[in-house]
């Protein structure tokens, strides 16, 4: 699974950013998805996670009522809005895939990084006070 990650660069605070993340695997409606960050130094952490079928989400508290996570599956594609950017929000973006069918079945999603499958590159999100 090749996961794209695009949309990152520099915002002022309080600017509006969208990630998005795409893939052309025909089986993306299957897998929970997740956006994850990391700064240097630090562990990488999750940001937001969204089922298989778009129904159940989570997002960190630190980004709650300012990020939103969603998922387009005829387009093969998951995204992180995120509003009223803050200097702490700069990060390396990260999207993944958690292929595990259990979270198909259950229509729930992963908060740990070891438990993802596939990422993608990266995208670099630097906020200016």
């Known amino acids: 699974v090749q996961l794209q990650a695009s949309g990152g660069g520099l915002a002022q605070a309080g600017a509006s950013l969208t990630l998005s993340c795409t893939t052309s695997e025909r089986t993306f409606s299957l897998y929970a998805m997740g956006w994850f960050r990391q700064v240097p130094g630090k562990e990488r952490e999750v940001v937001a996670a969204?089922?298989?079928?778009?129904?159940?989400?989570y997002h960190r508290d630190s980004v709650k009522g300012r990020f939103t996570i969603s998922r387009d599956d005829a387009k093969k594609a998951v995204y992180l809005q995120m509003n009223n950017v803050k200097p702490e929000d700069t990060a390396v973006y990260y999207c993944?895939?958690?292929?595990?069918?259990?979270?198909?079945?259950?229509?729930?999603?992963?908060?740990?990084?070891?438990?993802?499958?596939?990422w993608g590159q990266g995208t670099q999100v630097t906020v200016s006070s």
């Open positions: 993944a895939a958690e292929t595990n069918l259990e979270a198909y079945y259950s229509d729930t999603y992963k908060l740990h990084p070891a438990d993802y499958d596939f």
């Open positions: 969204i089922s298989p079928s778009g129904k159940n989400t």
